[in-house]
T-cell receptor, first 112, second 115 residues
């Protein structure tokens, strides 16, 4: 079993839809949770960052972390065709080295 | 543009050969990370260097090695290449203590094809 599980999709939605992306994890030591966005033929870029449990909002994006359920989510409101990309969740226990463990990535397609 | 550069962009080579991938981190970043991304394995952490010293190791094969030089650029050496080594190789950099833990800046990647 992988440390981080993420449905690879693809997920196809119409423009303006609310998108929900999720990851589950097994390592209770993880305390830093991130969402990276990767456009085709590009490197990943950090989209959202959350420490421990709770919600964080940034514009149309909301990240949620539920450590008791070992479950994290990313919500995209009013999705746009420019949101079409692969979304990777990533987690870290922090500390020396601060190794990131990534999910498989979910391919999102927003149709105009 | 993340500020991280990687060369070459594409590399095609034969099984059994050896290649070197190069990475220049963002200005001021002391940490360099190497990742392998393939369709079946996703983005896998290989190794991290901090200011010239190895700091963390992931799923890096013994045929692979890396180093970080005094000017902070890094090289990933892949030897005795196999078909299964075909993948995208990403370099990322960060400056621990600046920005949130886990924030890494990724380069555009090197696409390696082994034939």
């Amino acid at each position: 079993q992988k440390e981080v599980e993420q449905d690879p999709g693809p997920l196809s939605v119409p423009e303006g839809a609310i998108v929900s992306l999720n990851c589950t994890y097994s390592n209770s030591a993880f305390q830093y949770f991130m969402w990276y966005r990767q456009y085709s033929r590009k490197g990943p870029e950090l989209l959202m960052y959350t420490y421990s449990s709770g919600n964080k909002e940034d514009g149309r994006f909301t990240a949620q972390v539920d450590k008791s359920s070992k479950y994290i989510s990313l919500f995209i409101r009013d999705s746009q065709p420019s949101d079409s990309a692969t979304y990777l969740c990533a987690m870290s226990a922090g500390g020396y080295g601060n190794k990131l463990v990534f999910g498989a990535g979910t391919i999102l397609r927003v149709k105009s | 543009d993340s500020g991280v550069t990687q060369t070459p962009k594409h590399l095609i080579t034969a099984t059994g050969q050896r290649v070197t991938l190069r990475c220049s981190p963002r200005s001021g970043d002391l940490s360099v990370y190497w990742y392998q991304q393939s369709l079946d394995q996703g983005l896998q952490f290989l190794i991290q260097y901090y200011n010239g010293e190895e700091r963390a190791k992931g799923n890096i094969l013994e045929r692979f090695s890396a180093q970080q030089f005094p000017d902070l650029h890094s090289e990933l050496n892949l030897s005795s290449l196999e078909l299964g080594d075909s993948a995208l190789y990403f370099c990322a950099s960060s400056n621990p203590g600046q920005g949130p833990p886990g924030e890494q800046y990724f380069g555009p990647g090197t696409r390696l094809t082994v034939t």
